[in-house]
C-alpha cells in the first residue's frame, strides 16, 4: 500500500484529500483511520466509502480497485491527526505502513 501525501499542513476550513493505491486489485476492502497522540486508531471509512457509526459526514471515501482518496471538506481542529488506509482482502493485513499527518498551518492574520 502506498499512501500519500506523508505529511499535509492545512489550514481550518480547508479540503483535504489524500489517497491511497494498492499493487493490486483490492475490491474496495478498504477502511481509513485517524489516530490522535495517546489514543488507539479510529475507524472511519470501511468498503472505501462507507461512514462508520458515529464518523461526522465531512469525512468521506472513494474508490476502487487500486485507487482510493479520503477528503475531509471543511477542517475542524479537531481532524488535526494522522490518517491511515488499510486493506484488509489479503494477508497479511497491511496497516499503519504508511500514513498522512495533518498538521494546522500558522497563517499570520493583520487587524485594522
Known sequence: MTQSPDSLPVSLGDTVTMTCQASQN??????????????PPKLLIYEAKSLADGVPTRFSGSGSGTQYSFKISGLKSEDVATYYCQQYTSYPLTVIQ????ITQENRSESQG
Do not use: C, E, F
Request: charged share 10%; aromatic share 16%.
Open 98 to 101: 504508511v500514513m498522512t499527518k
Open 26 to 39: 483490492i475490491y474496495s476492502s478498504l477502511a481509513w483511520y485517524q489516530q490522535k497522540p495517546g489514543n
